[in-house]
Protein backbone atom coordinates (compact mmCIF):
# COMPACT_ATOMS: atom_id res chain seq x y z
CA UNK A 1 0.00 0.00 0.00
CA UNK A 2 0.96 3.28 -1.07
CA UNK A 3 2.71 5.51 1.85
CA UNK A 4 1.44 9.23 2.26
CA UNK A 5 3.31 12.11 2.31
CA UNK A 6 2.18 15.53 3.83
CA UNK A 7 2.31 18.42 2.59
CA UNK A 8 1.61 17.88 -0.98
CA UNK A 9 3.56 21.09 -1.73
CA UNK A 10 5.09 23.74 0.25
CA UNK A 11 7.09 27.17 -0.71
CA UNK A 12 10.06 28.31 1.70
CA UNK A 13 12.05 31.32 1.52
CA UNK A 14 15.92 30.68 1.41
CA UNK A 15 16.95 29.90 4.68
CA UNK A 16 13.79 29.04 6.34
CA UNK A 17 13.08 25.14 7.32
CA UNK A 18 10.83 22.27 6.26
CA UNK A 19 9.33 19.46 7.80
CA UNK A 20 7.70 16.76 5.30
CA UNK A 21 6.28 13.21 6.45
CA UNK A 22 5.74 9.97 5.26
CA UNK A 23 3.26 7.57 6.94
CA UNK A 24 2.30 3.97 6.58
CA UNK A 25 -1.10 1.58 7.27
CA UNK A 26 1.67 -1.10 7.13
CA UNK A 27 4.82 -1.92 9.63
CA UNK A 28 8.20 -0.85 8.01
CA UNK A 29 11.61 -2.15 7.48
CA UNK A 30 12.91 0.86 6.06
CA UNK A 31 12.19 4.10 4.61
CA UNK A 32 14.02 5.42 1.74
CA UNK A 33 13.94 9.57 1.11
CA UNK A 34 14.95 10.97 -2.23
CA UNK A 35 14.68 13.88 -4.10
CA UNK A 36 13.66 14.41 -7.93
CA UNK A 37 14.15 17.52 -10.12
CA UNK A 38 12.19 17.89 -13.41
CA UNK A 39 13.07 16.05 -16.05
CA UNK A 40 15.99 14.22 -14.02
CA UNK A 41 16.66 10.93 -12.24
CA UNK A 42 15.81 11.05 -8.68
CA UNK A 43 18.48 11.43 -6.05
CA UNK A 44 19.09 9.37 -2.51
CA UNK A 45 19.27 11.33 0.09
CA UNK A 46 18.81 9.29 3.04
CA UNK A 47 17.80 5.59 4.48
CA UNK A 48 16.08 4.85 7.66
CA UNK A 49 15.89 1.36 9.00
CA UNK A 50 14.33 -0.61 11.58
CA UNK A 51 16.42 -0.54 14.79
CA UNK A 52 17.73 2.88 14.13
CA UNK A 53 20.55 2.34 12.08
CA UNK A 54 20.19 5.67 9.57
CA UNK A 55 22.79 5.92 6.30
CA UNK A 56 22.63 9.29 4.95
CA UNK A 57 25.28 11.03 2.47
CA UNK A 58 23.55 14.75 3.05
CA UNK A 59 23.56 17.31 5.28
CA UNK A 60 19.84 16.54 5.93
CA UNK A 61 18.43 14.97 8.81
CA UNK A 62 15.46 12.34 9.32
CA UNK A 63 13.64 10.30 11.81
CA UNK A 64 11.92 6.91 11.85
CA UNK A 65 9.13 6.12 14.34
CA UNK A 66 8.67 2.51 14.02
CA UNK A 67 5.70 2.33 16.37
CA UNK A 68 3.94 4.87 14.17
CA UNK A 69 4.89 3.53 11.11
CA UNK A 70 6.30 7.11 10.02
CA UNK A 71 8.94 9.37 9.15
CA UNK A 72 9.98 12.70 8.50
CA UNK A 73 12.52 14.47 6.84
CA UNK A 74 14.27 17.64 7.77
CA UNK A 75 15.83 20.34 5.90
CA UNK A 76 17.30 23.42 7.54
CA UNK A 77 18.08 26.65 6.51
CA UNK A 78 16.73 25.43 2.68
CA UNK A 79 19.00 26.50 -0.04
CA UNK A 80 17.53 27.46 -3.91
CA UNK A 81 18.85 23.93 -4.56
CA UNK A 82 16.60 22.26 -2.20
CA UNK A 83 13.67 23.19 -5.11
CA UNK A 84 12.00 19.65 -6.16
CA UNK A 85 9.82 16.97 -5.74
CA UNK A 86 10.59 14.78 -2.19
CA UNK A 87 9.86 11.21 -2.48
CA UNK A 88 9.77 8.55 0.88
CA UNK A 89 9.69 4.94 -0.64
CA UNK A 90 9.32 2.25 2.00
CA UNK A 91 9.74 -1.10 2.51
CA UNK A 92 7.01 -3.09 4.71
CA UNK A 93 5.94 -6.33 6.03
CA UNK A 94 3.51 -8.26 6.30
CA UNK A 95 3.33 -9.01 2.54
CA UNK A 96 6.35 -6.59 1.46
CA UNK A 97 10.05 -7.67 0.87
CA UNK A 98 13.29 -6.43 1.28
CA UNK A 99 14.44 -4.91 -1.67
CA UNK A 100 10.78 -3.44 -3.27
CA UNK A 101 10.19 0.08 -2.54
CA UNK A 102 6.80 1.51 -3.00
CA UNK A 103 6.35 5.57 -3.48
CA UNK A 104 4.50 8.51 -1.81
CA UNK A 105 2.94 10.90 -3.97
CA UNK A 106 5.66 13.57 -3.47
CA UNK A 107 5.97 16.70 -1.91
CA UNK A 108 6.70 19.64 -4.21
CA UNK A 109 9.49 21.81 -2.65
CA UNK A 110 10.07 25.28 -3.90
CA UNK A 111 12.84 27.66 -2.09
CA UNK A 112 12.81 31.20 -3.47
CA UNK A 113 15.36 34.14 -3.05
CA UNK B 1 32.27 7.42 -11.73
CA UNK B 2 29.89 6.34 -14.21
CA UNK B 3 25.90 6.47 -12.73
CA UNK B 4 23.19 4.34 -14.52
CA UNK B 5 22.59 5.22 -17.94
CA UNK B 6 19.15 4.93 -20.03
CA UNK B 7 18.70 5.18 -23.61
CA UNK B 8 17.31 6.42 -25.62
CA UNK B 9 16.10 8.93 -23.51
CA UNK B 10 13.11 9.62 -25.36
CA UNK B 11 10.58 7.60 -27.25
CA UNK B 12 7.63 8.41 -29.51
CA UNK B 13 5.93 5.77 -30.37
CA UNK B 14 2.57 5.00 -32.43
CA UNK B 15 0.08 2.76 -31.28
CA UNK B 16 0.77 -1.00 -31.71
CA UNK B 17 4.76 -0.75 -32.35
CA UNK B 18 6.65 -2.26 -29.98
CA UNK B 19 9.74 -0.49 -28.11
CA UNK B 20 12.60 -1.40 -26.65
CA UNK B 21 14.61 0.34 -23.48
CA UNK B 22 18.09 -0.35 -22.50
CA UNK B 23 19.17 0.65 -18.96
CA UNK B 24 22.88 0.01 -18.22
CA UNK B 25 23.68 -0.30 -14.20
CA UNK B 26 26.65 1.01 -12.18
CA UNK B 27 29.22 -1.73 -13.07
CA UNK B 28 28.85 -4.90 -10.44
CA UNK B 29 25.71 -3.92 -8.98
CA UNK B 30 24.12 -7.32 -8.15
CA UNK B 31 20.27 -5.12 -8.48
CA UNK B 32 18.12 -3.88 -10.87
CA UNK B 33 15.04 -2.15 -10.77
CA UNK B 34 12.43 -1.11 -13.59
CA UNK B 35 9.77 1.21 -12.20
CA UNK B 36 7.04 3.15 -14.33
CA UNK B 37 6.38 6.91 -13.23
CA UNK B 38 3.30 8.82 -14.32
CA UNK B 39 3.10 12.09 -14.41
CA UNK B 40 3.08 13.99 -10.98
CA UNK B 41 3.68 10.58 -9.45
CA UNK B 42 5.56 8.70 -7.56
CA UNK B 43 7.83 6.10 -9.47
CA UNK B 44 6.33 2.31 -9.22
CA UNK B 45 7.54 -0.75 -9.08
CA UNK B 46 7.85 -2.95 -12.30
CA UNK B 47 10.31 -5.48 -11.65
CA UNK B 48 13.48 -7.09 -10.08
CA UNK B 49 16.54 -8.47 -11.14
CA UNK B 50 18.87 -10.46 -8.91
CA UNK B 51 22.44 -10.55 -11.40
CA UNK B 52 20.48 -12.19 -14.16
CA UNK B 53 17.94 -13.81 -12.51
CA UNK B 54 14.15 -12.01 -12.47
CA UNK B 55 13.21 -12.49 -9.35
CA UNK B 56 9.84 -10.42 -8.86
CA UNK B 57 7.66 -9.43 -12.00
CA UNK B 58 4.84 -8.42 -9.87
CA UNK B 59 4.67 -4.91 -11.07
CA UNK B 60 4.65 -5.39 -14.93
CA UNK B 61 1.44 -3.92 -16.00
CA UNK B 62 -0.07 -7.32 -18.63
CA UNK B 63 1.18 -9.48 -20.46
CA UNK B 64 2.93 -7.01 -23.15
CA UNK B 65 5.62 -6.19 -20.48
CA UNK B 66 8.87 -8.18 -20.69
CA UNK B 67 12.24 -7.50 -19.45
CA UNK B 68 15.32 -9.28 -19.55
CA UNK B 69 19.02 -9.44 -17.92
CA UNK B 70 20.43 -12.41 -19.13
CA UNK B 71 24.46 -11.50 -18.45
CA UNK B 72 23.87 -10.11 -15.55
CA UNK B 73 24.33 -6.08 -16.35
CA UNK B 74 22.77 -4.41 -19.08
CA UNK B 75 18.59 -5.18 -18.78
CA UNK B 76 16.65 -4.61 -21.41
CA UNK B 77 12.97 -3.40 -20.70
CA UNK B 78 10.44 -4.65 -23.86
CA UNK B 79 6.59 -3.57 -24.29
CA UNK B 80 4.86 -4.90 -27.22
CA UNK B 81 1.95 -3.55 -29.16
CA UNK B 82 2.20 -0.24 -26.92
CA UNK B 83 -1.16 1.63 -26.00
CA UNK B 84 -1.61 5.24 -25.03
CA UNK B 85 -1.63 4.14 -21.17
CA UNK B 86 1.79 3.09 -21.08
CA UNK B 87 2.81 6.95 -21.70
CA UNK B 88 5.17 7.31 -18.79
CA UNK B 89 8.79 7.64 -18.05
CA UNK B 90 10.59 3.97 -16.87
CA UNK B 91 12.99 4.23 -14.70
CA UNK B 92 16.06 1.76 -14.16
CA UNK B 93 17.70 1.78 -10.66
CA UNK B 94 20.57 -0.11 -9.77
CA UNK B 95 21.86 -1.56 -6.17
CA UNK B 96 24.94 -3.01 -5.01
CA UNK B 97 23.30 -5.28 -2.60
CA UNK B 98 20.13 -7.19 -2.50
CA UNK B 99 18.26 -5.99 0.83
CA UNK B 100 18.10 -2.54 1.85
CA UNK B 101 20.39 -1.10 -0.06
CA UNK B 102 20.56 2.52 -1.65
CA UNK B 103 19.64 2.08 -4.75
CA UNK B 104 20.62 4.62 -7.86
CA UNK B 105 18.22 5.67 -10.54
CA UNK B 106 18.94 6.48 -14.45
CA UNK B 107 17.51 9.55 -16.12
CA UNK B 108 14.87 7.11 -17.47
CA UNK B 109 12.98 7.21 -20.72
CA UNK B 110 10.28 9.19 -21.38
CA UNK B 111 7.76 6.75 -23.73
CA UNK B 112 4.80 8.79 -25.27
CA UNK B 113 2.53 6.47 -27.32
CA UNK B 114 0.62 8.58 -30.22
Known amino acids: QQPVQSPQAVILREGEDAVINCSSS?????VHWYRQKHGEAPVFLMI?????EQKGHEKISASFNEKKQQSSLYLTASQLSYSGTYFCGTESYPGGSNYKLTFGKGTLLTVNP | GAGVSQSPRYKVAKRGQDVALRCDPI?????LFWYQQALGQGPEFLTYFQNEAQLDKSGLPSDRFFAERPEGSVSTLKIQRTQQEDSAVYLCASSLGIAADTQYFGPGTRLTVL
Open chain 1, 26 to 30: KALYS
Open chain 2, 27 to 31: SGHVS
Open chain 1, 48 to 52: LLKGG
